[in-house]
Every structure is written in C-alpha cells, then in structure tokens.
C-alpha cells in the first residue's frame, strides 16, 4: 500500500488500474486502453490510449477533496502535439468538474481546469507545447487561494482561485467528456487533498528508479609471484 494519510488515490498501473492507496479507488478500464512499457522499461506498468474512445474510470463518486488539492501524472504524447482538446485527467463532468488536467488548442496547449461550489472556473496553462516522444511530468496544485500548474516541475501557469472543489463525481483517467479522448500514454497517476510545495513538486519531477537488481559478479583470479 501506498503510504501518506493525505493520499486519495495512487495508480502506478503495475499490471493493472488498481488504487495501491488504502481508499480502494480502484478503476475500471473502458475501449482498449491497454498496458504497455513505462518509462523505465518496466512492462505491462502504463496505459496507452488511442485517442478514440479509451479511458479509465472509478466504479464510484471520487469523494475526499475540499478546498486543497494535488493531482499528478506523467504523460508520453507519441508524434506531433495536437491542437485539439484532449482529457487526461478529472473529475465529474461537463460543465459540472471539479478539476482537470488538459490538452488544447491555442492559446493554451496544455492547462488545468479548478472548478469551485459556487460554479466559478478558473483555469491556468502554457501556450508552448510539450516536446512529443518523452516522457513528462504534469501536476496540478490547489491550495484554497491559488492554482498553480507545472510541467517537469516548472511553475508554467498560476491563477487566483477559492473556495471547495466541486462535488466531484467520478475521477475519468484519458477522457472526461463529448469526444475529447486522449492519445498516447499515462502512467504513476496520484492524488491528495492537499497542496505540495514548488519544492516538493520538483522532488517529484526528479524521481528516478532505483536499481534494486543483483549484480552479476565476474570471477576474478588472483595470482602473485616471488622474484
């Protein structure tokens, strides 16, 4: 199980969409979203969308978050970054959200959505697209005043915003609603109901995998000779 009391919801799609929280979040795949290599080489540890009609979903209403907020991801965009909308995370639905992380077009290529109780939207993002073809980390934070979006742990869009999220709904992974399917990969999806730090957020950005094999020994001779 993954550790943290402030930890709603964690997928790192080891071999399926479970939640590995202790809040049984489990998700429900939809199409053919199907399991594919992570960023480390690791198979059968991300899930890949094809952009028409793939997604994940929770079986129920995502409950647990009030006026803070984390939702991390990292995201592979294979080919060209297209200019159309495309979800790949959120809760609730159109227009009744209560948060999103998204693709789009101009003027904002890649942006969040935090929708508080009285209705109000605020959304905030980069008007420069993502480099296809690697892996990136995406994180959205909302701390009851601000919401801050990065991307590879820069700060790339900061907007006022108040209030308790939405009611949410359920929590959509690679779609949320009409036709705005993502494509391309998504993988270690986490949530919390509160708002880490820009110092935290870089950690995150950072994480590598530790090599935790055995290292294979190579027989050495030893010899020694008197003169």
Known sequence: KDEGADLLASYPFNGN????SDNDNDLIVKGGAGLINDRFGRPLSAYQFDGNGDYL?????????????TAELWFYKPGEWESSYQKLMGTGTNPGWGFMLSQGPSPYTIYSHVRNQQGISKYTGSTSKPTPNIWHHFL??????????????????????SGNLSEAGTLKIGWMYKQEYFRGSLDDVKIWNVALSSSQVLMRSSLV?????????????????NS
């Open 17 to 20: 969409a479970n939640d590995a």
């Open 57 to 69: 979903e929770t079986n129920n209403t995502f409950t647990g978050l009030t006026d803070q907020l």
């Open 209 to 225: 995998r530790l090599d935790t094999s055995i290292p294979t020994l190579t027989p050495v001779t030893l010899s020694s000779s």
């Open 140 to 161: 959205l934070t909302y701390d009851g005043s601000s919401e801050k979006l990065y991307l590879d742990g820069n700060l790339i869009g900061d907007t006022a915003q």
